[in-house]
Each structure stands twice: as structure tokens, then as C-alpha cells.
């Protein structure tokens, strides 16, 4: 991530600064009742989510802290990603790269894996792609700012990296080989479609090449640019690829970057992050790359995406509840756009991360609040990798257009509706004065269900007593369920054994139905099979 181009930083500023505005004009939310019609079949343009779609993302200068070094796995780590694995069954896609892999530089004959100064990695650096097991790895290899000295261009360099880097992850457990990071940021900004797409046609053939891969081979992982680009449609995959990108047939994904806030502005949680108003408008400007991507056969990924964009922390923003139901609702909502992954980044002391993974100076090692949306996401999918989702807006009372802080999903299998996700995005806390902390609203939903659906459904809740600010050590719980690094290293434990409810389906005049309760700050899968 970057943030060079001061011109983008204003308009996108701009932009939060009305998304701000009009999530302040809704008042707080009191109890009330709503009802959700979900087609019952699945619909023609629900799209179907691939079973990988929630990844992990780790900034390149910070993998030995999150894999651990050579032969010594970072068990914590590879515990909380299994936690993940175990509930789609396929493997996670983790993406090793970010900035600082535009800046690294290969020494053969340096002894240590990483230099104490600059970015400068020696052989046994590679090591620690083997950490994540049967994982499949996306590795980065540095194109470089042409404009920038830590950027120069060194082909032969790259190609060296390249290759140990997949000789230590092997064909079999390679997702993808992206050239480069936010070229859109490159040259301060003007760099063009044009030039980065020439230059990743040179990178990727002489990549290919070098690692005796077949001709043709769709192994590369193209555009990956910046999020504010992205918002002023600029260096968008759509100019990419028209500028001859995929040509030769090498790339598998496409990728753009996301973060829904700037740390460079004052942030709100209920207006920055639980707010489905600002989700939808923000990935707008996305929408015409992710069809135009999806009508040439490859998949549409967003490769790098965090609650914030600045990798210090504001963990009474970033590190709550309140980010990991944002979490929630914003994969759920990108999986109805077809988007086909989400890549949460993570970095070592960063607000946004999902867990951190040693003890620093700074934090110890423990799990964040948003790590728990990647269980929830992981559940909704499921095993029998042909879910397909669709996004159903939820009217405020009296019609008045859709609620900005209420969404729900439809989930289907088989054709049929298999669950239903609920976000209550409304702020509740009772730790800090700044949330609403009297008595804890509760949104009632009247559920229509098909007439297949048995005599009951379950229901599980991501939750926390103490509502959208407490952090994962304040008693967050999805389905009963919390992780942290003590006293498991992260492998999850049950802490509510009656964390499924059962809600008895009712038969009404035009159908049958469920009543389902959920709480402001809250979200719900409910289970129809």
C-alpha cells in the first residue's frame, strides 16, 4: 500500500467525508421488527463463491514473524489459518507481498535470512515459505518504481528471488507469482496502464522461462493497484488488460486492493466501518472491472484489503467487534458482486491485522477482533464448494429506503436457500461513552422459509456482551467459539457448549416462517438444512 499521490489522498478523503455525513443523519436504532423475503431458489445471478475465498494476506517484510523461520513453523499462525481451512476444506490462499516486496533485494552470500537494515534477504530467508503446509502461496516478486532509488529494476535479481522463492514453495503449493505492487503509484503517479503492462509481459516471460514453466501458462497474478486508485478509476484492470496484459495467456487473477478508511483522517467506527452504505458505495468504482475481468474467464480477486490503510495502529477502531462485523459484511457483500477472494493483509503491530503473531515491544501475541470474521465467512461457504450468495437490501421502517446498517445474505446449495446471514451493523457498547449504552436494541426478523425446511433452524451469533467495542479479549465469541494465542496458540475452544439455538419454524397465512432476534452490533447465520 501507498499513499504518494496527494491528490488521490483528497478526494478520497472527500469521499468518507459524505459517507460520514450521511451515516450521521440515521439515529441511533431501538428495538423494532422487520420482515426478509429471500427467494427460496437460487437465483440466476447469484454467483457461486469458490470455497478459498477468504485468504490471508502477509506484508512481505514480515514473514518470519508470521511463518516462523527455517524448519520452525509459527504454530500459533498456522493453528489459526487451519481454523479456516477446516471448516471450507480447501486450503487457504496466503499472499506474501505488499510494499515492501517492490523494495526487496536477493544476497546470495548473505548468512542471515533478513538484513537488520533495508530490505535484504539471504537464502535461508526462503525457508520460511515452507512454514504454511499444504497452504497454497502467492509470492510477489519485486517490478519496482522506476522513480524511486529502492525501486530500481534488477531483472536478474528478480529472477533469482523468483526462482528460490519456487523452489521453496513447489509447483504443487503455488497459487499465483504477482509482478510487482500498486504499480499505479509508481513514477508519483504516473506511470501508465501501458508501460506496467509491458513491463509485466517482459517480467512474466523471463519469470516463465527461468522456472522451465510451460508456455502459456496462466501462473501470474496482474494489476494489484492501489485502493484509492481504484476509487478515482484510474489504472484500473479494465485499462490494463486493454493494454495488452493477458496477450500471451499468463495471468490466472486479477487483483485490486481495498481499504474501507484512511487513518490519515479522523475515523469513526459506526460511520467508517459499520456502515453497509459506505461498503456498497466504496466498491462502486470496482464493479466495471469485476465484470469486465470476469467476461475474460479469470477470476476477480481483491489481493490486499484492510480496515484501514496505514499500518500503525488505533486498535479502539481497527481491533473490535465493531471491525470484525464491518469484516463480516463486507466479504458477504463482495461475494454477491462476484469477487472471488478476499485477502485480509496482515503486518506485525498493525491496526488492521487479524492476529499478531509474536510478542513486540509494542503488543503481545494475540488474536484481533477481526480475525473472527474469517470463521464466520469460512462457516456461511461451507464444505460443498457450489454456495452461490445473494445480497437482499433490508427496508428501514416505513420503507424509506434500505437500512444503512442492517444487510442480509441468502446462501444457496443445491439450488436451495441453505442460510441466511444477518449483520445488525448499529452501534452498541457499554464500555465507552461515545456508543449508545443504554438497554441493547434488538432487530426482530420475520424469516419466510420454503416449505422444505424441517420443523426448526439454528441459529449461531457472532457477538459480545459488551457490544461493537470490545476487543477479542473482551468476550467475543462466533458460535460459542473463542481463539487467542493462550492458552491453545490459537487452535479455538468452546466456551458456550449451547451456542447453537434452535428456533421452531411457525406456519403464517402466506407461508412458513422464523422468528430470529438479532442484537445491535451483532450478526447470525441462520441454518435452514
Same mark, same amino acid.
Given at each position: 500500500?501507498?499513499?504518494s499521490?496527494?491528490f #488521490?489522498e483528497a478526494?478520497f478523503?472527500?469521499?468518507?467525508?459524505?459517507?460520514?455525513?450521511s451515516?450521521?443523519?440515521?439515529?441511533a436504532?431501538?428495538?423494532s421488527?422487520?420482515?426478509?423475503?429471500?427467494p427460496?431458489?437460487q437465483?440466476?445471478?447469484?454467483?457461486?463463491?469458490?470455497?478459498?475465498?477468504?485468504a490471508?494476506?502477509?506484508?512481505?517484510?514480515?514473514?518470519?514473524?508470521?511463518?516462523?523461520?527455517?524448519?520452525?513453523?509459527?504454530?500459533?499462525?498456522?493453528?489459526?489459518?487451519?481454523?479456516?481451512?477446516?471448516?471450507?476444506?480447501?486450503?487457504?490462499?496466503?499472499?506474501i507481498?505488499?510494499?515492501?516486496g517492490?523494495?526487496?533485494? %536477493? *544476497?546470495?552470500?548473505?548468512?542471515?535470512?533478513?538484513?537488520?537494515?533495508?530490505f535484504t534477504?539471504?537464502p535461508?530467508? %526462503?525457508q520460511?515459505y515452507?512454514?504454511?503446509?499444504?497452504?497454497?502461496?502467492?509470492?510477489?516478486v519485486?517490478?519496482?518504481?522506476?522513480?524511486?532509488?529502492?525501486?530500481?529494476?534488477?531483472?536478474?535479481?528478480?529472477?533469482?528471488?523468483?526462482?528460490? @522463492?519456487?523452489?521453496?514453495?513447489?509447483?504443487?503449493?503455488?497459487d499465483?507469482?504477482?509482478?510487482?505492487?500498486?504499480?499505479?503509484?509508481?513514477?508519483?503517479?504516473?506511470?501508465?496502464?501501458?508501460?506496467?503492462?509491458?513491463?509485466?509481459?517482459?517480467?512474466?516471460?523471463?519469470?516463465?522461462?527461468r522456472?522451465?514453466?510451460?508456455?502459456?501458462?496462466?501462473?501470474f497474478?496482474?494489476?494489484?493497484?492501489?485502493?484509492?486508485?481504484?476509487?478515482?478509476?484510474?489504472?484500473t484492470p479494465?485499462?490494463?488488460f486493454?493494454?495488452?496484459?493477458?496477450?500471451?495467456?499468463?495471468?490466472?487473477?486479477?487483483?485490486?486492493?481495498?481499504?474501507?478508511?484512511?487513518?490519515?483522517?479522523?475515523?469513526?467506527?459506526?460511520?467508517d466501518?459499520?456502515?453497509?452504505?459506505?461498503?456498497?458505495?466504496?466498491?462502486?468504482?470496482?464493479?466495471?472491472?469485476?465484470?469486465?475481468?470476469r467476461?475474460?474467464?479469470?477470476?476477480?480477486?481483491?489481493?490486499e484489503?484492510? *480496515?484501514g490503510?496505514?499500518?500503525?495502529?488505533?486498535?479502539t %477502531?481497527?481491533?473490535?467487534?465493531?471491525?470484525?462485523?464491518?469484516?463480516?459484511d463486507?466479504q458477504?457483500?463482495?461475494?454477491?458482486?462476484?469477487i472471488?477472494?478476499?485477502?485480509?493483509t496482515?503486518?506485525?503491530?498493525?491496526?488492521?491485522? #487479524?492476529?499478531?503473531?509474536?510478542?513486540?515491544?509494542q503488543?503481545?501475541?494475540?488474536?484481533?477482533?477481526?480475525?473472527?470474521?474469517?470463521p464466520?465467512?469460512a462457516? %456461511?461457504?461451507?464444505?460443498?464448494?457450489?454456495?452461490?450468495?445473494?445480497?437482499?437490501n433490508?427496508?428501514?421502517?416505513?420503507?424509506?429506503?434500505?437500512?444503512?446498517y442492517?444487510?442480509?445474505?441468502?446462501?444457496?446449495?443445491?439450488?436451495?436457500?441453505?442460510?441466511? @446471514?444477518?449483520?445488525?451493523?448499529?452501534?452498541?457498547?457499554?464500555?465507552?461513552?461515545?456508543?449508545n449504552?443504554?438497554?441493547?436494541p434488538?432487530?426482530?426478523?420475520? #424469516?419466510?422459509? *420454503?416449505k422444505?425446511?424441517?420443523?426448526?433452524?439454528?441459529?449461531?451469533?457472532?457477538?459480545a456482551p459488551h457490544?461493537?467495542?470490545?476487543?477479542?479479549?473482551?468476550?467475543?465469541?462466533? @458460535?460459542?467459539?473463542?481463539?487467542?494465542?493462550?492458552?491453545?496458540?490459537?487452535?479455538?475452544?468452546?466456551?458456550?457448549?449451547?451456542h447453537?439455538?434452535?428456533?421452531?419454524?411457525?406456519?403464517?397465512?402466506?407461508?412458513?416462517?422464523?422468528?430470529?432476534?438479532?442484537?445491535?452490533?451483532?450478526?447470525?447465520?441462520?441454518?435452514?438444512?
Amino acid at each position: 500500500m501507498k499513499l504518494s499521490h496527494t491528490f #488521490l489522498e483528497a478526494a478520497f478523503l472527500a469521499l468518507l467525508d459524505c459517507s460520514r455525513a450521511s451515516a450521521a443523519a440515521v439515529p441511533a436504532a431501538a428495538s423494532s421488527s422487520r420482515t426478509i423475503v429471500l427467494p427460496s431458489s437460487q437465483p440466476s445471478n447469484a454467483p457461486r463463491v469458490p470455497a478459498n475465498f477468504p485468504a490471508f494476506g502477509i506484508d512481505e517484510r514480515e514473514l518470519i514473524p508470521y511463518a516462523g523461520g527455517a524448519g520452525k513453523p509459527n504454530q500459533f499462525s498456522n493453528n489459526l489459518i487451519h481454523s479456516v481451512n477446516s471448516r471450507t476444506g480447501a486450503a487457504s490462499v496466503i499472499r506474501i507481498g505488499g510494499t515492501a516486496g517492490d523494495f526487496v533485494t %536477493f *544476497n546470495a552470500s548473505q548468512s542471515e535470512p533478513v538484513s537488520s537494515t533495508g530490505f535484504t534477504v539471504g537464502p535461508s530467508w %526462503f525457508q520460511s515459505y515452507k512454514n504454511f503446509g499444504d497452504n497454497k502461496i502467492t509470492i510477489q516478486v519485486k517490478l519496482g518504481d522506476p522513480s524511486r532509488m529502492e525501486g530500481k529494476r534488477d531483472l536478474p535479481n528478480t529472477l533469482e528471488y523468483a526462482s528460490r @522463492a519456487y523452489n521453496a514453495v513447489t509447483m504443487q503449493n503455488l497459487d499465483a507469482i504477482e509482478i510487482g505492487n500498486e504499480a499505479s503509484a509508481y513514477d508519483d503517479g504516473k506511470y501508465t496502464p501501458a508501460a506496467y503492462a509491458s513491463a509485466f509481459l517482459r517480467y512474466g516471460n523471463a519469470i516463465a522461462k527461468r522456472l522451465g514453466l510451460a508456455s502459456g501458462l496462466a501462473i501470474f497474478q496482474a494489476c494489484d493497484t492501489a485502493s484509492m486508485a481504484a476509487m478515482m478509476g484510474r489504472f484500473t484492470p479494465v485499462e490494463i488488460f486493454e493494454a495488452g496484459v493477458n496477450k500471451n495467456g499468463l495471468v490466472k487473477t486479477a487483483s485490486e486492493h481495498y481499504y474501507q478508511s484512511t487513518t490519515a483522517a479522523k475515523t469513526s467506527l459506526g460511520a467508517d466501518l459499520m456502515n453497509h452504505e459506505a461498503i456498497v458505495s466504496r466498491l462502486e468504482p470496482y464493479k466495471e472491472s469485476i465484470q469486465y475481468v470476469r467476461n475474460e474467464g479469470i477470476p476477480f480477486i481483491l489481493g490486499e484489503v484492510g *480496515n484501514g490503510d496505514i499500518g500503525g495502529a488505533n486498535l479502539t %477502531f481497527q481491533a473490535v467487534l465493531g471491525s470484525a462485523l464491518w469484516a463480516v459484511d463486507f466479504q458477504m457483500y463482495a461475494m454477491s458482486l462476484g469477487i472471488s477472494r478476499v485477502t485480509m493483509t496482515n503486518k506485525v503491530n498493525a491496526g488492521f491485522s #487479524l492476529w499478531q503473531p509474536t510478542t513486540t515491544g509494542q503488543y503481545p501475541a494475540a488474536v484481533r477482533a477481526p480475525y473472527y470474521a474469517q470463521p464466520f465467512i469460512a462457516d %456461511f461457504i461451507g464444505k460443498s464448494g457450489a454456495t452461490h450468495v445473494q445480497n437482499h437490501n433490508i427496508a428501514l421502517p416505513g420503507g424509506k429506503g434500505p437500512d444503512p446498517y442492517l444487510s442480509a445474505y441468502g446462501g444457496y446449495e443445491s439450488r436451495n436457500l441453505a442460510r441466511i @446471514a444477518i449483520v445488525n451493523l448499529h452501534l452498541w457498547s457499554d464500555i465507552t461513552s461515545a456508543a449508545n449504552s443504554g438497554p441493547r436494541p434488538t432487530v426482530h426478523t420475520h #424469516l419466510k422459509v *420454503n416449505k422444505a425446511v424441517g420443523s426448526t433452524v439454528a441459529v449461531e451469533r457472532l457477538t459480545a456482551p459488551h457490544g461493537a467495542y470490545a476487543s477479542a479479549q473482551q468476550g467475543i465469541t462466533w @458460535a460459542g467459539e473463542q481463539w487467542d494465542y493462550s492458552p491453545d496458540l490459537g487452535k479455538g475452544r468452546i466456551v458456550d457448549p449451547n451456542h447453537t439455538e434452535t428456533v421452531k419454524v411457525q406456519k403464517g397465512t402466506d407461508g412458513n416462517f422464523v422468528l430470529v432476534g438479532v442484537k445491535s452490533s451483532e450478526a447470525v447465520i441462520v441454518r435452514m438444512v
